[in-house]
Each structure stands twice: as C-alpha cells, then as structure tokens.
C-alpha cells in the first residue's frame, strides 16, 4: 500500500499536477532554503569566445520551502549601480530550476539549472538567455544566520503624501 502512494505522489510530481510548494520541498534538502549572497556573476555569448567575469555583484536570494522567492541583485559597474529586484516562484526538477515573477513589462519566466553544495551550502545557477547558447552563471554562499535579516514580514509600502483639505 505504502509503495502505491510514493509512486502516485511520483506520478503527480512527474507530470506536474501538484502545487510548486510541494515541488520545491521534495526536490532538495532542508538546507537549500534559505538566503544566499552573491559572490560572482559570469556572462557567456555565443557571439564572443571568451566569458565575461562580471565586477561589482552583490546583493541576496532567499529561496522559501513553500517555493517563493526574493531576489536582491546588485551590479556596480564605475559610475552607476545596477538593481534587479525580483519576487516570484520558483520550481525544482531535478537540477533544473524555474524562475516565475512579474515586473513592469508583466509575466516573465527564466529556466535554467542549479547545482547545490550542502558542505559549503554554495550554489551555482545557470540560467539560460537570448538568444540560444547565451546564458548567465551566478555564484551564491549561503548567508551566515546571524547575518540573515527577518522575512516574515513583508516590505511595507511608503505612505502616500496627504491631501490637503
């Protein structure tokens, strides 16, 4: 009976039908979920032979057991830094990995894949760009607990100015 239900929990997960929570909690260990820092950022185009080695990356992930997420990213190039901030979902399949968010131009998905270390709780993720052969490599540490700043909250809104009466 018990080998029944793993391979119809397997079956759902396989083709999808369960809600990414579920996804995201049986594909990785408890460790996984937490907040990273940024270490490195390397850009890959098919239209140079060499990578690029971003400069100045900074900035945090925090990926949640019940599959959302928060991204923090920050690039300081001479004169001007660069904010990407980003909230969604993601989803875990085996080592792919699937970013869902809106921003100002609406829904938008990046796929790509993940490589997790729980000794050195270091994370690789590739993702892959435009156009085909493009991708993007981000190096991540996973943040110490001290340093780590609450998140059950979330970020509250500025108040608006007051009308005058």
């Given amino acids: 009976m018990i080998m029944l239900k793993i391979f119809r929990f397997q079956l759902l997960l396989s083709i999808g039908l369960l809600p990414v929570a579920a996804r995201a909690q049986v594909s990785s260990p408890p460790a996984f979920y937490t907040t990273y820092n940024y270490t490195a950022y390397t850009v890959f185009d098919t239209t140079s032979p060499d990578s690029t080695v971003v400069r100045g990356v900074g900035g945090s992930l925090l990926l949640r057991p019940d599959g959302t997420y928060e991204k923090h990213l920050s690039i ?18 085996g080592d792919s990995i699937r970013f869902a968010f809106t921003d100002l131009k609406g829904a938008d998905v990046q796929r790509g ?28 540490v996973a943040a110490e607990a001290a340093t780590v700043a609450p998140t059950s909250e979330p970020p509250r809104a500025k108040p608006g100015k007051k009308r005058r009466r």
């Fill in 76 to 93: 300081v190039v001479p004169g001007r830094p660069y904010y990407f901030n980003q909230t969604g979902t993601f989803t875990l399949t």
């Fill in 113 to 140: 894949t993940f490589r997790f270390d729980p000794t050195s709780r270091h994370l690789t993720l590739t993702i892959l760009g435009y156009p085909t052969g493009n991708k993007g490599v981000y190096e991540l």
